[in-house]
């Protein structure tokens, strides 16, 4: 873009964004590094968990942790979910990505449970999601609902009075897990509100700076929360009365949650990088890092592995920090993905029905594919290397 200069010789310049977002057909550098951090803290986080032992600058940390990595993590799936609606299309990938891939791991979750925590009474239950599992049922709802979201009024103040209802419903039970389902809803709201505009404005400069103070005054809070807070409210997992508080506690706290997992939402996408780097191709993959990782935690979990006083004190704290971003980093490699796409991304065309016009949108596909992928050549320069298509 170039200047102009006005008849009085001040220069006027016009703002452009931090980043010129991705052309068609190629994947966008920031969202898959934003997915990849994103995971990378929630394995960090189940680390973490492992070790808190009233350790108060540790519960510290994982509270602060707890406040977004989640909600920032939904947001981004909903921002990526606006164009679902009810298309053979849209609900096959919605099969294929979601359901199958629930159904695989909650029988591997339970049986894992049953056999490694020599537990043979653990019962295999598709309505009560195992550990981390939630999140799959959770996206099946969210998605489902989409064009709800996209039709009424006001779908955020709407979605927060659900989550505030449902957090002083105690009668809400765990099939489905459905407190997190709907205490979660807001976030996955507020991305399908959100427009590529909206995430330029959280990577300025200005804002990127102003981010330090803020998340050293959430640590300032998280810690002297530590004492008055039970860590159980940020799982958004139970009623207010489950956890012995007054009812009223539930809407001001869901609400004040909310409002925290925002501003540190902001500030953790005002530091993801816009470029290409190294871990770029690893946000393709974080669905496998997510799912797998939690058989390293359970594992540990059950042969005591997090036990031994290795893991006290800074340097064991440091340890299990980068052990826990190493397992989810290798996790979401290629190689990984490779070997496991038939359970976490089955193409499963066997399972469902070709309409008539099926044939010629496969053949308009692959036109536009290839015509991408000349444009793409082309705009390079000739080089052969094609960027990945967007994908959810």
């Known amino acids: 873009m170039t200047n102009s200069l006005p008849p009085h010789g001040q220069?006027?310049?016009?703002?452009?964004?931090?980043?010129?977002?991705?052309?068609?057909?190629?994947?966008?550098?920031?969202?898959?590094?934003?997915?990849?951090?994103?995971?990378?803290?929630?394995?960090?986080g189940h680390a973490w968990g492992q070790i808190l032992d009233d350790n108060r600058s540790m519960e510290t940390l994982y509270r602060v942790l707890y406040t977004f990595h989640m909600p920032a993590f939904i947001i981004i799936s909903g921002y990526f979910s606006r164009s679902f609606d009810l298309s053979p299309k849209r609900v096959k990938r919605l099969i294929t990505g979601v359901v199958v891939?629930?159904?695989?791991?909650?029988?591997?979750?339970?049986?894992?449970?049953?056999?490694?925590?020599?537990?043979?009474?653990?019962?295999i239950s598709l309505l009560d999601p195992s550990y981390l599992l939630w999140f799959l049922c959770?996206?099946?709802?969210?998605?489902?609902?989409?064009?709800?979201?996209?039709?009424?009024?006001w779908p955020l103040p709407v979605a927060l009075a659900i989550a505030a209802l449902a957090?002083?419903?105690?009668?809400?039970?765990?099939?489905?897990?459905?407190?997190?389902?709907?205490?979660?809803l807001p976030c996955f709201v507020l991305g399908l509100l959100l427009r590529?505009?909206?995430?330029?404005?959280?990577?300025?400069?200005?804002?990127?700076?102003?981010?330090?103070?803020?998340?050293?005054?959430a640590v300032a809070v998280g810690w002297w929360t530590v004492p008055l807070m039970d860590t159980g409210w940020f799982y958004r997992n139970a009623a207010a009365q489950n956890t012995g508080a007054p009812w009223w506690t539930g809407p001001v706290l869901t609400l004040a949650l909310f409002g925290c997992s925002l501003v540190l939402t902001a500030c953790f996408l005002a530091w993801v990088p816009g470029r290409r780097t190294w871990f770029t191709a690893l946000g393709a993959g974080t669905v496998y890092g997510y799912l797998l990782h939690g058989f390293l935690v359970k594992q540990g979990s059950f042969s005591g592995w997090f036990d031994g006083p290795a893991w006290r004190g800074p340097l064991g704290e440091i340890a299990m920090t980068v052990l826990g971003a190493a397992a989810i980093t290798l996790l979401c490699t290629e190689p990984v993905r490779r070997v496991l796409r038939f359970v976490v991304e089955p193409r499963m065309e066997w399972a469902f029905r070709r309409g008539p016009a099926d044939g010629a949108r496969d053949h308009r596909e692959r036109k536009g594919t290839q015509a991408t992928e000349v444009r793409e050549t082309r705009d390079a320069g000739g080089s052969s290397g094609v960027g990945e298509k967007v994908g959810v």
């Open 138 to 153: 959770a996206l099946f709802v969210w998605r489902l609902t989409t064009p709800i979201w996209r039709t009424v009024r």
């Open 196 to 217: 590529p505009e909206h995430f330029a404005l959280v990577r300025r400069r200005a804002v990127r700076i102003l981010s330090v103070p803020v998340v050293a005054v």
């Open 11 to 44: 220069r006027r310049t016009t703002p452009t964004p931090a980043q010129p977002p991705a052309p068609p057909g190629r994947r966008d550098a920031f969202f898959d590094n934003a997915k990849y951090l994103a995971i990378v803290l929630v394995g960090v």
């Open 101 to 123: 891939p629930y159904l695989v791991f909650e029988v591997a979750y339970s049986l894992h449970m049953r056999y490694g925590d020599d537990a043979p009474d653990h019962a």
């Open 167 to 184: 957090s002083m419903t105690p009668t809400v039970d765990n099939d489905l897990n459905m407190q997190r389902v709907l205490q979660f």
